[in-house]
């Protein structure tokens, strides 16, 4: 292992007015005002060799990442549960901007050789993720309406949700549209998209959610896509007992979206509908033939983006 021990790191606490920064190395605290000009007045004085890590942090850090990679600073973007549980490990159970900008501080310096640094972000993706995420909004607030409808004095309040389960499904259409032309004209995401929706059980929804969400897809091996899709089970083993393994973790976000996908595949997925009914047949509960399925399937689409990225690639060589 690396020695970081004498690494400079700027840990940064993000708000959204201002930013908390920690120097490890000269001990000093600096408050700066979360604006562009601030945060590009911050980073210029910083020393190229120095490293920035932050957590994410609902979007608010996007301008310091920013003006990080504008000056050439290298920067992390930390997992907010993964510091959290970093500095309860210190033993500190007090909560300050302070001492959240000295944990990732030391975060960052006992961790440098394996934190992957900030990298800016294709627009193309945002903007695809940004319609995912509202369409999924708009599709939950529809069905709340439709539940409340239906409920004990819907009949009552029928004036005002038709016409707002009625709006959003208007809303839902024009996203789809605009989803479906995005992915259409940019290339890299056509090429994503459909080899997903190729696959039998996955439509236009899940695999432009899966492509949105799961940018990684393609690009890791299968054991990390599965982590990231939250489909990966983990040992529960102590001594001589060997627990039963549970799925956990990874992007929250994707597994209902898997999950339909799966279900649907466990139907009219050849091959997929023969492994869960192996299953089921050796005795594993249906949820968890259904959960091997989400894996099975999120291996698949990891393997077949892959490949056809490299054809492409050929292609244009």
């Known amino acids: 292992m690396n020695d970081t021990t004498s690494l400079h790191v700027i840990g940064c606490d993000v708000g959204k007015d201002s930013i908390v920064a920690f120097d490890n ?3 000093k605290i600096h408050e700066i005002a979360n604006r562009s000009e601030d945060l590009a007045a911050f ?4 020393p190229g060799e120095c490293l920035l890590v932050c957590e994410a942090t609902g979007g608010w850090e996007t301008a310091l990442l920013d003006a990080a990679l504008a000056a050439g600073i290298p920067a992390h973007r930390a997992d907010a ?3 959290k549980a970093f500095i309860r490990s210190l033993g500190r159970l007090a909560k300050t901007d302070r001492i959240d900008a000295q944990g990732l501080a030391r975060y960052g310096q006992e961790r440098a050789d394996r934190l992957e640094r ?6 193309d993706l945002q903007t695809l993720q940004a319609l995912v995420r509202l369409r999924r909004d708009l599709v939950a607030d529809r069905t709340a309406a439709r539940q409340r409808l239906k409920a004990p004095g819907g009949p009552a309040i029928r004036g005002y949700l038709e ?9 839902i259409a024009q996203l789809d549209a605009q989803i479906a032309a995005l992915t259409g004209q940019v290339e890299a ?7 997903v929706a190729a696959i039998e059980g996955c439509g236009a929804v899940v695999s432009t959610t899966l492509v949105a969400l799961l940018p990684e897809l393609g690009a890791i091996d299968r054991k990390a896509i599965a982590a990231l899709a939250g489909v990966a089970p983990h040992p529960r083993q102590s001594g001589r007992k060997d627990g039963y393994r549970h799925v956990r973790g990874g992007r929250q976000e994707v597994r209902p979206v898997l999950f339909m996908a799966a279900l649907c595949a466990s139907r009219h997925n050849p091959t997929l509908k023969a492994f869960y009914q192996r ?9 968890v033939a259904i959960t091997a399925v989400m894996r099975k399937l999120i291996t698949i689409i990891n393997a077949r983006i892959r490949d056809a990225l490299r054809e492409h690639a050929l292609q244009l060589s």
């Open 25 to 27: 190395r000269s001990d």
């Open 43 to 46: 980073v210029a004085q910083l």
């Open 118 to 123: 900030w990298r800016a972000p294709d627009p």
């Open 279 to 287: 299953l089921v047949a050796n005795g594993k509960k249906k949820i």
């Open 189 to 195: 995401l056509r090429i994503r998209v459909d080899t």
């Open 163 to 171: 016409p707002l389960i009625e709006q959003f499904g208007g809303l």
């Open 81 to 83: 549960r993964k510091v």
